[in-house]
Nanobody, 122 residues
């Protein structure tokens, strides 16, 4: 059974930084694409970053250069380091595990957790 638990969300000032964590169980990184997406009420799900099965990483343009995805295989934990945060980054953030790697098709579906809220405001 795949289980993902996100944490680390907080209130942060514009320009600040935050690191989100995703504790994963039931996932083998060599067979799953792992990523992060966010949701804002009334808006479409926005995919942010993905680590492919072979370790390749890609980012959506809106976060490229500001967000960094990584994972610690020994801890079965994935991270999203977010720098230079903007008010428009306010959202609920989710980590994603997909054994079909549908992010390549722009589909952010598969398994995800309960999410963690990030608020960027002064």
């Amino acid at each position: 059974e795949v289980k993902l638990v996100e944490s680390g969300g907080d209130l942060v000032q514009p320009g600040g930084s935050l690191t989100l964590s995703c504790a994963a169980s039931g996932v083998t990184y060599s067979t799953y694409c792992m990523g992060w997406f966010r949701e804002i009420p009334g808006k479409e799900r926005e995919g942010l970053a993905v680590i492919e099965r072979d370790g390749r990483i890609s980012y959506t343009d809106s976060v490229k250069g500001r967000f960094t995805i990584s994972r610690d295989d020994a801890k079965n934990t994935m991270y999203l380091r977010m720098d230079s945060l903007k008010p428009e980054d306010t959202a609920k953030y989710y980590c994603l595990a997909d054994d079909k790697c549908r992010t390549r098709l722009g589909l952010w579906v598969g398994y995800w957790g309960q999410g963690t809220q990030v608020n960027v405001s002064s």
